[in-house]
């Protein structure tokens, strides 16, 4: 689809907020496809899990989003999507990949929200196709639990604080969650989730560095927990690390269903954000160093660090690889 | 959140009905949540009353609006909510007050809509928060009554209209009332409604003057009926009185519950919304006076002299209070 | 309503679709009303069909739409509905008129969708009104037959395709129907199909063209089959035709019913745009011949041109008729 002044930032940048957003209502629908693509009980595809994905280049107003999706692997209960998303000019008709990403779904009983259904397999080219992605299957697995035990921390509001710490650029939205955000199941379709916390992230990385910034990349996202439509949820960001030229930002989503439910505000979503600062050019800009005051807070930043200095680790390799 | 371009007017000013609607659905948050904060029959809370409020300084796109309400007072079956805006530019950071509310909600029981339920009693820091609770809502309940009975009014097309008379500046508009528009009761959310008020008086406002206008401030506003999905709504609005530099515009709102229901069209709220006219520098400008033709209309003109002159009194004697 | 930016291109021309989607929701409205306007079974008018209509000025933003509606026609089934579509410039107060449609509408019923009431008769006037209305009663009743044979079509994806022809500029586009998409028997609403429809058809235009493109006319479109919450719908556009100054595209809508519901995807629309390229002045330019290449492409061409001619001849006639 085209996009609009309402899908970007002031200076035409689409958000990767709105990009997210469409990658995960393909990767929604080819999955809930191919999961009633057997006669039996009729379910919807949920988002479990969306992988690392790196916004390779921005999007700008009047461009058009070509989103292409496919299925790469299927477990017993899962489905494993992979979603590319081209950017077209279509008045110069150049073109561009923006987005790669891979999501994971589960079939959910249309009847019984509550009931995973099993997903009919698909056939693989190769052999190898399979094990690769049984590998890939095995690795989510294991890191959805260990975000699972990161949850506990909550962000707290700061007084007078200064310039370029953590408490004077973290954020925090609310929303209820309405008909328009659910799918079928009456559950918040993910992307609504990914896009709220894309505009928080945004909202923090701009308090800090005072310029147009862009979404770089955003880390692994699971998705623990369902929310269901009438609850409200609290979206919180908070700076965690910076390098030369990007800004590391934790997001948590909370979900409270104050009504119609016994039960208390959890923890449904966590993941983290990387923004970058862009000049008139379109030139990545210095950013300022985030100065950290708390324990926590120094922990968080080398943690941020790590996971920095990992992921240009792995790039490099790459490139290395792609060069011989 | 930030405030996008189909928020704001073609300068750029951000809509005041796009502000009443936030301030609404933060309102209904914190009310419908303490509503269930003790175990009992789960319940929405409606919105039966905004007390008038004044829009100190307009919101422009790209700023992000910062909202936080607190629950003030609460009687057996109603809840005060105090609502707070801030528009802050997250590239200075520079933060002003824009909007202050006080709001009346109701609980709604989720099985039965028709049934009131009980509010648990807040507590009160000192005695007298309390009491002056209770004159407000003793006040409030009042002006409830006079309202209903003002409520019969109907808005009547002209033909070839003259400039400036109120005949050709009114305005009318039509919503099919869709599921995003409603709470999880099936009703329409307070803030849609005020949203659309907003729309119409501001299109009045501008056939006026026929120069960039804002909303000043909103008068009172009562919600007698409840509005189903479904409905269709027609708001028309027609200018009662200028001074030299405002606009007084009265607004209604009539719901046609054309399926479904063997129900006659019926007034669900009115209200009068105040608007300025706007140079590019900001400035105030003056406003061409009203022409008024029938004896209707020379009436109204003088009961919204009289409500501005009250207002106007009322402002001088704050701001003597505040000198002191 | 006024016209946002969202409901504009680049150039700040209003989308054909959002005056589409605008018109038909005064239809539904209309129609709806009177089809409940004597006690029985309550019921949703649902859109049946669409005549020719052209749009005879662009609409810009922030201009205020005015739209009326009325019934002209009532068979035993079926209501005719006239709207016509003025556009404001609520600064200057000029007014034009942007467009003028004729939709018929079918009463459902809201217990039993499938179930066709009667339509309470209207009173004609004259009895030569009641004579024409059954007269375009009987010729929509024909070429409705008439698309329903040709709906068989389907639109491959092409490789490397050159400038100018059909593959080069052909697109489609995939949306989730949502609650908001939705009436209240759960289908979706004819207008947001049409905006999508445009939405394809100004994508292949600018794609063929490179500049600036507006939606001149819409020919007749049918709604042969109600599209289901929960279905994915494929919106594919091609080029036809071209004339010196205007491109007819062909779209197509395809639904996909792939939850709840053992049903194969069925073709729900099609209908043919033409649109034109304009200048920064607002001036009709040049339009790059269509190359055809198949044989399908070149019979297409020739019947796009029939149409083309004889849209022509019954528009000089027209005027003819007028200046006599």
Redesign the interface.
């Known amino acids: 689809?085209?996009m609009?002044?309402?899908d970007a930032?002031?200076a035409g940048n689409v958000h990767g907020g709105t990009i997210l957003k469409m990658i995960e209502?393909?990767g929604?629908?080819i999955s809930?496809?191919h999961c009633?693509s057997q006669?039996g009980e009729?379910?919807?595809a949920a988002l479990a899990r969306v992988e690392r994905t790196d916004f390779l280049s921005p999007m700008c107003?009047?461009e058009?989003a070509n989103v292409s999706a496919e299925i790469s692997y299927t477990s017993r209960h899962s489905v494993e999507v992979q979603v590319n998303v081209m950017s077209e000019n279509?008045?110069?008709?150049a073109k561009r990949v923006t987005n790669k990403a891979t999501l994971w779904y589960v079939p959910l009983s249309?009847k019984n929200v509550n009931k995973v259904l099993e997903v009919p397999p698909i056939q693989y080219a190769r052999k190898e196709q399979e094990d690769e992605g049984k590998k890939r299957y095995e690795e989510q697995k294991l890191d959805r639990l260990e975000t699972k035990q990161r949850n506990g921390d909550v962000i707290l509001p700061v007084i007078n604080p200064e310039?370029h710490t953590v408490g004077y650029s973290q954020?925090s939205?609310?929303h209820?969650v309405?008909?328009?955000d659910?799918t079928?199941l009456g559950f918040v379709h993910g992307g609504v989730t990914m896009k709220l916390m894309d505009?928080v992230a945004?909202?923090v990385a701009?308090?800090h560095c005072?310029?147009n910034i862009v979404t770089a990349s955003v880390d692994a996202i699971n998705f623990h927990e369902k929310i269901k439509?009438?609850c409200?949820i609290t979206v919180s960001g908070r700076m965690t690390f910076t390098s030369n030229k990007s800004m590391e930002i934790e997001v948590f989503v909370d979900a409270?269903p104050?009504?119609?439910?016994?039960r208390e505000r959890y923890r449904a979503v966590s993941a983290f954000f990387t923004y970058v600062s862009l000049s008139k050019e379109g030139k990545p800009l210095p950013v300022p160093q985030l100065l950290t005051e708390t324990e926590d807070e120094k922990r968080r930043f080398e943690e941020g660090k790590g996971r920095y200095l990992q992921t240009k680790a792995k790039r490099q390799a790459q490139m290395q690889q792609a060069a011989q």
């Open positions: 689809r085209i609009r002044p309402d930032n002031i209502e393909a929604a629908i809930t496809r009633n006669a009729p379910c919807v107003i009047g058009v279509i008045l110069t008709g249309l310039p954020s939205l609310i209820l309405g008909p328009s659910c079928l505009e945004g909202i701009a308090r005072k310029t439509k009438g409200v409270d104050f009504v119609d439910e016994p």
